[in-house]
Nanobody, 121 residues
Framework: QVQLVESGGGLVQAGGSLRLSCECSGLTFSAYAMGWFRQAPGKEREFVAANGRSSTTYYSDSVKGRFTISRENAKNTVYLQMNSLKPEDTAVYYC???????????????WGQGTQVTVSS
């Protein structure tokens, strides 16, 4: 059974930083591309960042230069370092796994339960 468990969310002031973690089990982690998505109230889930098996990375334009995705295969964990946070980054953040790197929600097979990030102004 595949499980993805996010952690590291919380409340932070604008300009601050947070690091999200997503620990995976039940899959061969190194064979999967990992993505981060987010969903704000009343909005659709949107792509944030993705990291492929060959360390290829993609970022949405809204987070490029501020967020960094990384992975540690030995720990079956993917991270999202978020710097220079803005109030518009407030959302529930989800990690997801796919056999192929992508930027669309339908390209990902397995999802975590999400972690709340709130950025105050």
């Amino acid at each position: 059974q595949v499980q993805l468990v996010e952690s590291g969310g919380g409340l932070v002031q604008a300009g601050g930083s947070l690091r999200l973690s997503c620990e995976c089990s039940g899959l061969t982690f190194s064979a999967y591309a990992m993505g981060w998505f987010r969903q704000a109230p009343g909005k659709e889930r949107e792509f944030v960042a993705a990291n492929g098996r060959s360390s290829t990375t993609y970022y949405s334009d809204s987070v490029k230069g501020r967020f960094t995705i990384s992975r540690e295969n030995a720990k079956n964990t993917v991270y999202l370092q978020m710097n220079s946070l803005k109030p518009e980054d407030t959302a529930v953040y989800y990690c997801a796994a796919s056999l192929q790197i992508g930027t669309r929600t339908y390209e990902y097979d397995s999802w975590g339960q999400g972690t709340q990030v709130t950025v105050s102004s």
